[in-house]
């Protein structure tokens, strides 16, 4: 069975730049991206643009999407685009731009649609609106973000391009002191931070993820680190590393064998965090992984100290004897 799809909600004011960004992330990613667009109009993607996609834009017309009477035109949206057929790796939902992000997030995570998991909220900021975006609404509706991104940084001088960022980023700290904030110009935000390698990718691929920074060399530059280790990993060890992940670490993905606790026997789980968000899944079959027992974790972030995360990664892949219940138990309150 194939695990949840993630869904990531792209909000932001109207004009602030969500399109764009989606545009740009289409254009750049070779994951497999459903799209859902809530607009008053169609998503202006046009067949060069849709390169890599496998459907139609899902589009949900009649009104912004957090103030429509139901959740039942998204629940179609998300069924028609998680069916296995379609073998998506992210679903990524274009809010209008009137839509309050705590309102997506409750509607995304309320969703009857099984096949899905919310993989957070992403608020495209306009910097030269920033009276329109902190006065209208108000600075909570940072509050549920999990990915800020400060756009347009192109339209400001330099002197008072620091200034916006400034004031933006401390409303945004005082509802939301953790969430990650990036700069971009046209969207151009490096695909790499939210759409996580496929399960099998980490596997095949991990030596590769580093050139990727190299060729969107537009992008701000996300970083990756990739560890891997033949052992069972401690339960504990793991969830220390994504509840307190290393500074700069905005995405944790890997596949790992935890040890049991000797009434249970060895396990595989895909671990999963985002922005804040932690998700942990038993892991599929045999396909996702070449060999059985090897464990691997790969970070994604900013701004960080490599030879740290380094260090972080290589400590929770750390195993040893049977794990303690109470570490079997912290993990498993993070599967779904
Ligand atoms: N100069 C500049 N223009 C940008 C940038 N990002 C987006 N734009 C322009 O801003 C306008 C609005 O961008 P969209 O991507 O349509 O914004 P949106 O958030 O999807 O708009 P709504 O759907 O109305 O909410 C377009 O003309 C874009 O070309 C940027 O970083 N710099």
Redesign the pocket.
């Known amino acids: 069975m194939r695990p949840p799809v993630p869904v990531v909600t792209l909000a932001?004011c109207?004009?602030?730049?969500?399109?764009?960004?989606l545009n740009h992330l289409l254009r750049h990613s070779d994951a497999r991206i459903g799209v859902v667009v809530n607009?008053f109009g169609a998503l202006n993607v046009d067949a060069g643009l849709v390169r890599g996609q496998i459907d139609d834009p899902a589009s949900i017309a009649g009104g912004c999407l957090c103030c429509l009477p139901d959740s039942g035109d998204l629940d179609a949206a998300l069924s028609r685009l998680s069916v296995p057929r379609l073998a998506l790796d992210v679903i990524v939902i274009e809010a209008?731009?009137i839509a309050e992000p705590t309102a997506l997030a409750r509607l995304v995570r309320s969703t009857a649609v099984g096949a899905v998991r919310p993989a957070g909220i992403v608020e495209?900021v306009d910097l030269t609106a920033c009276e329109r975006t902190l006065g209208s609404t108000g600075p909570h509706r940072f509050a549920a973000d999990s990915l800020v991104v400060l756009?347009?940084?192109?339209?400001l001088a330099p002197a008072e391009r620091r200034a916006a960022i400034e004031r933006v980023t401390s409303a945004v700290r005082a509802v939301n002191a953790s969430v990650p904030i990036i700069e971009?110009?046209?969207?151009a935000l490096d695909p790499l931070v939210l759409f996580e390698p496929r399960i099998r990718d980490v596997v095949t691929r991990q030596d590769e993820l580093p050139r990727s920074e190299s060729v969107v060399h537009r992008h701000p530059p996300a970083r990756s680190v990739a560890v891997e280790s033949a052992g069972v990993v401690d339960p504990s060890a793991l969830v220390d590393l994504l509840e307190n992940p290393p500074d700069g670490a905005y995405r944790i993905k890997g596949v790992v064998t935890v040890a049991g606790d000797g009434s249970l026997s060895r396990r595989r789980y895909v671990i999963n965090r985002v922005g804040r968000a932690i998700h942990v899944a038993p892991a599929p079959g045999r396909r996702a992984v070449s060999r059985q027992s090897l464990s691997q974790i790969v970070a994604i972030g900013f701004g960080w100290d490599e030879p740290e995360v380094r260090r972080r990664l290589d400590q929770a892949l750390l195993g040893g004897g049977p794990a303690a219940p109470k570490g079997v138990e912290r993990l498993q309150r993070y599967c779904s």
């Open positions: 932001g109207l004009g602030a730049g969500k399109t764009t960004l607009d209008s731009g495209v756009n347009k940084i192109d339209l971009t110009t046209q969207g």
